[in-house]
């Protein structure tokens, strides 16, 4: 039985053939934007929930490397639409959406 998306990144386990980017490794980040309710319900393992409102004050205590791949996972929305505006006004400059399937940079 193949993974879920979702199984796959709470578990680790199998990667579909759009997901073979995507590694955990010490250069990335992966920032959810969800409530904190649906991030208890399900998230990226190693996560950090933050929202929207909460990325401008924190984002360079938590992420103090600029340089450092940033995904946000929002489920597409707009809430990741605007974190990832946000983070690049900051100054972050590799910071992508973490849609479900695929992640892609949006400019």
Same mark, same amino acid.
């Given at each position: 039985?193949?993974? !879920?998306?979702? !199984? ?13 980017? %995507? ?24 996560? %950090? ?10 984002? !360079? ?6 340089? %450092? ?39």
């Amino acid at each position: 039985m193949a993974c !879920s998306v979702v !199984s796959v990144l709470l578990c680790g386990g199998c990667f579909p053939e759009e997901m073979l980017p %995507i590694t955990y490794a010490p250069e990335q980040v992966y920032l959810d934007v969800r409530t904190p309710e649906a991030f208890a319900a399900d998230h990226v393992n190693a996560a %950090i929930n933050l929202s929207c409102d909460e990325i401008e004050a924190k984002a !360079s205590t938590l992420i103090p490397d600029k340089s %450092i791949e940033i995904y946000v996972d929002g489920r597409g929305g707009q809430r990741a639409e605007q974190a990832i505006q946000t983070l690049k006004a900051l100054g972050y400059p590799h910071v992508y959406m973490f849609p479900y399937p695929h992640v892609y940079a949006l400019p």
